[in-house]
């Protein structure tokens, strides 16, 4: 008797996980309460992301104009005429060239800031900070101050003509190709310090000893960055490639700032989005259904960027 009294606490049964998720205040709770919660999130995204995507899509198929009235189906017209319109080829290879410099550019400059200013060095703090100054400033401001930096009696062209480098001021803002170049430098030069702090905590995740144990094995700084660094980081190199991708291909305000509301003399310099609003929002010319149809180009050519950086990203993983 002794033993079985002594045993039997031991054998007691425990409430099991699912009666005790039942009890308390779980017991009462609706089957809709955490739909009520996420709600706002909901309606937020079908208000903002999902009707508009869809109404444009069904737009590109009629031929509605900018400001509202009767609008009749013309089926593919409007992909027919995209497809046929030199402008809009010229538009999407700027954007699609846009995108190839910048982000090589905004994948790895970023990463090597990160790896200079990880450091524990005295006053690195003040060089973060000054690294994600820019990223703080409006593009406005930031489309001002590049404007006066390159236009033919500012700083840039200055500094060239006292210094005898050119004979005459270097046409930044009356150049197609050099307002393009001008809009990547800005682009990277504003996006530096947000991607540095990215890379930065996805440095802090490589484990040290994978550094010491190639430090022991004799491997340079410079294949220890390469075996090591890239490595440990590339998940985040995918995202910012994505991102940089993206932002790349809908440019619009870096090319306005310094090209005008034209988008470069006479055009020259015009991405899809410039594109997008000339053909579309005109009031008098436009053609909204001709101008969504170029908008559903330009999500085309995003998401094929998008899957091309993806499938690139596995091969280097393989």
Partial sequence: MTTLASASPRTRRRPTPRATAKSGAALHRPWWMPWLWCAPAIAAAVVFGVFPFFNTVLLSFTNAKPLGGAAAFVGLENYTRLLGDASFWSATWHSVLYALVVVPLMVMLPLLLAVLVEKKIPFIGFFRSAFYTPVLASIIVVGF??????????????????????????????????????????????????????????????????????SVDGASALRRFLHVTVPGVRPTMLLVGTLTAIGSLRVFTEVYALGGATGGPGGEARTLPFYIRDVGLDPVTGNAGFGAAASVALFLLTVGFTLLGQKISRGEGR
């Fill in 145 to 214: 101050s590049w404007q006066w930096l390159l236009r033919d009696d500012g700083l840039i062209n200055s500094v060239l003509l006292e210094t005898g480098l050119v004979g005459e001021a270097v046409p930044f803002l009356s150049d197609a190709t050099l307002v393009l170049l001008g809009a990547m430098a800005m682009t990277v030069w504003k996006g530096l310090g947000w991607y540095m702090v990215l890379y930065l905590a996805a440095l802090g995740n490589v484990p040290r000893e994978l550094h010491e144990a190639a």
